[in-house]
Nanobody
Framework: QVQLVESGGGLVQAVGSLRLSCKVS????????MAWYRQVPVKERELVAI???????FYGDSMKGRFTISRDNAKSMVYLQMNRLKPEDTGVYFC??????????????????WGQGTQVTVSS
């Protein structure tokens, strides 16, 4: 049974920090690309960050310079360090596992396994 379990969400004031964690089981973690997405009501799901199986990282435009994604293959964990948080970062953050294809002119996100999400609320 595949499980992705997020933790670390909560309420934080603007310019504060949070660290999200995701524990993965039931898949071969080391060969999966891992991602964080976020969802807010009435908006499309938004890519936050990706760390590939070879530990290359990608970020959504509004997260660059503030967020850092990392993985620990020995523990089957993926993390999202979020600094200088803004109220617009509020949302439910989901951990996902799958495949990310990329080249200079092409991007394809195929994430098959998802966690239940953790709420992040940033107050102004």
């Amino acid at each position: 049974q595949v499980q992705l379990v997020e933790s670390g969400g909560g309420l934080v004031q603007a310019v504060g920090s949070l660290r999200l964690s995701c524990k993965v089981s039931g898949i071969i973690f080391i060969i999966n690309d891992m991602a964080w997405y976020r969802q807010v009501p009435v908006k499309e799901r938004e890519l936050v960050a990706i760390v590939t199986s070879v530990e290359r990282t990608f970020y959504g435009d509004s997260m660059k310079g503030r967020f850092t994604i990392s993985r620990d293959n020995a523990k089957s964990m993926v993390y999202l360090q979020m600094n200088r948080l803004k109220p617009e970062d509020t949302g439910v953050y989901f951990c996902a596992a799958g495949e990310y294809y990329y080249s200079n002119s092409y991007r394809s996100e195929k994430f098959y396994y998802w966690g239940q999400g953790t709420q992040v609320t940033v107050s102004s």
